[in-house]
């Protein structure tokens, strides 16, 4: 007798796949005819399609090119300019240098600057021994009993205070008064120079720039 003959086959174990036969109507997993292949599948699909189209319309803003508008905008920057005096074999000689303003410290700061850094050939300076330390300024009056009395101010002494070792030559002296009277004559009535250390401090008095007229270089007209 024969034996009936089985309709299917179950997989066989520690195999990854069904036998010779599977079970009617059946499909594999890997079918892509599958309904959930299908669906998986369109919806990959559908998702690919809308990041492509993001990107490529931007949410709705057309892409454009780099546009070049030119250099940025730059902020301007006009110095001020003030007169100081160097030396051209040992005449005082008037030369105009840019200064951050032109305040009474800033002024003699750039004094002493230009003499170690000649703006013109064949200038040099007389204070290139010594340092500008500090200024002060005071009320100045030709009545010494009521200096605090605003009635009888007359403008203001300029004390410039500096270091440095040696004496301070008739030649520094002028740069120094003939500079800031050049510059401050409405408000600056005096000046008095004061070396302070090393050693004794020393003060030189109240000076003016037209005492120093012998050294004005030929064609220069000194401040008063």
Request: one cysteine or more; proline letters at 9%.
């Given at each position: 007798?024969r034996?009936?003959?089985r309709p299917y086959?179950?997989?066989a174990?520690?195999?990854?796949r069904?036998?010779?036969?599977?079970l009617p109507?059946a499909r594999?997993?890997?079918d892509?005819?599958a309904?959930?292949?299908r669906?998986?599948?369109?919806?990959?699909?559908?998702?690919?399609?809308?990041?492509?189209?993001?990107v490529?319309c931007?949410?709705?803003?057309?892409?454009?090119?780099?546009?070049?508008?030119?250099?940025?905008?730059?902020?301007?920057?006009?110095?001020?300019w003030?007169?100081?005096?160097l030396?051209r074999?040992g005449?005082?000689?008037?030369v105009?240098?840019?200064?951050?303003?032109?305040?009474a410290?800033?002024i003699?700061?750039?004094?002493?600057?230009?003499?170690?850094?000649p703006?013109?050939?064949?200038?040099?300076?007389?204070?290139?021994?010594?340092?500008h330390?500090?200024?002060?300024?005071?009320?100045?009056?030709?009545?010494?009993?009521?200096?605090?009395?605003?009635?009888?101010?007359?403008?203001?002494r300029l004390?410039v205070?500096?270091?440095?070792?040696?004496k301070?030559?008739?030649?520094?002296?002028?740069?120094?008064?003939?500079?800031?009277?050049?510059?401050k004559?409405?408000?600056?009535?005096?000046v008095?120079?004061t070396?302070?250390?090393?050693?004794?401090?020393?003060?030189?008095?109240?000076?003016?720039?037209?005492?120093?007229?012998?050294?004005?270089?030929?064609?220069?007209?000194?401040?008063?």
């Amino acid at each position: 007798m024969r034996r009936p003959t089985r309709p299917y086959a179950l997989a066989a174990p520690g195999r990854g796949r069904l036998g010779s036969y599977a079970l009617p109507g059946a499909r594999r997993l890997s079918d892509p005819a599958a309904p959930g292949t299908r669906r998986r599948t369109g919806a990959r699909w559908f998702a690919c399609l809308l990041a492509t189209a993001l990107v490529l319309c931007g949410c709705g803003i057309s892409p454009t090119d780099v546009q070049d508008y030119g250099h940025p905008p730059v902020i301007s920057y006009s110095p001020t300019w003030v007169t100081v005096y160097l030396l051209r074999d040992g005449k005082l000689e008037p030369v105009k240098v840019p200064v951050v303003s032109d305040s009474a410290k800033n002024i003699i700061d750039t004094l002493f600057r230009a003499g170690k850094q000649p703006p013109k050939a064949g200038l040099t300076s007389a204070l290139n021994d010594f340092s500008h330390y500090d200024t002060k300024t005071t009320r100045y009056s030709d009545n010494t009993d009521q200096r605090n009395e605003p009635d009888d101010n007359l403008g203001y002494r300029l004390n410039v205070i500096i270091t440095g070792e040696g004496k301070v030559s008739k030649e520094a002296l002028a740069q120094i008064t003939c500079t800031i009277r050049q510059n401050k004559q409405e408000s600056i009535w005096s000046v008095e120079v004061t070396r302070l250390f090393p050693g004794t401090p020393e003060t030189m008095g109240d000076r003016g720039c037209f005492e120093y007229r012998n050294l004005a270089a030929p064609g220069v007209r000194l401040p008063p």
